[in-house]
């Protein structure tokens, strides 16, 4: 078992920056795809990013392409997520999620996933 807690959410002007950090305990997590997540009110959960076990493959979702960048500490066991120019279409529930297996293709499901953090808001004011 794998669990996650999510930090570093928190209100910020359009424009700004923030970085999350998600924290895993249980086991390593160097065996395993992780990915970031989030969710607005009204709306499914949507992927946003993922990266694979040794960190040498992401991906991004269109819309924070350019502007986000994950990556991972596998020897702190943490996995991050910088996101940049951030505006109020950022606004949502950020959650951390791990895979049980490890796989050189970053996965964009959040069927593939089988751990998931409690999640951390992040407010963009315009």
Same mark, same amino acid.
């Given at each position: 078992?794998?669990?996650?807690?999510?930090?570093?959410?928190?209100?910020?002007?359009?424009?700004?920056?923030?970085?999350?950090?998600?924290?895993?305990?249980?086991?390593?997590?160097?065996?395993?795809?992780?990915?970031?997540?989030?969710?607005?009110?009204?709306?499914?959960?949507?992927?946003?990013?993922?990266?694979?076990?040794?960190?040498?493959?992401?991906?991004?979702?269109? $819309?924070? %392409?350019?502007?986000? *960048?994950?990556?991972?500490?596998? /020897? =702190?066991? +943490?996995?991050?997520?910088?996101?940049? $120019?951030? %505006?109020?279409?950022? *606004?949502?529930?950020?959650?951390? /999620? =791990?895979? +049980?297996?490890?796989?050189?293709?970053?996965?964009?499901?959040?069927?593939?996933?089988?751990?998931?953090?409690?999640?951390?808001?992040?407010?963009?004011?315009?």
């Amino acid at each position: 078992q794998v669990q996650l807690a999510e930090s570093g959410g928190e209100l910020v002007q359009t424009g700004g920056s923030l970085r999350l950090s998600c924290a895993a305990s249980g086991r390593t997590i160097s065996t395993s795809n992780m990915g970031w997540f989030r969710q607005s009110p009204g709306k499914e959960r949507e992927f946003v990013t993922a990266i694979n076990w040794s960190g040498g493959v992401t991906d991004y979702a269109d $819309s924070v %392409k350019g502007r986000f *960048t994950i990556s991972r500490d596998n /020897a =702190a066991n +943490r996995l991050y997520l910088q996101m940049n $120019s951030l %505006k109020p279409e950022d *606004t949502a529930v950020y959650y951390c /999620a =791990a895979m +049980r297996i490890a796989d050189y293709v970053p996965r964009r499901g959040a069927v593939f996933y089988d751990y998931w953090g409690q999640g951390t808001q992040v407010t963009v004011s315009s």
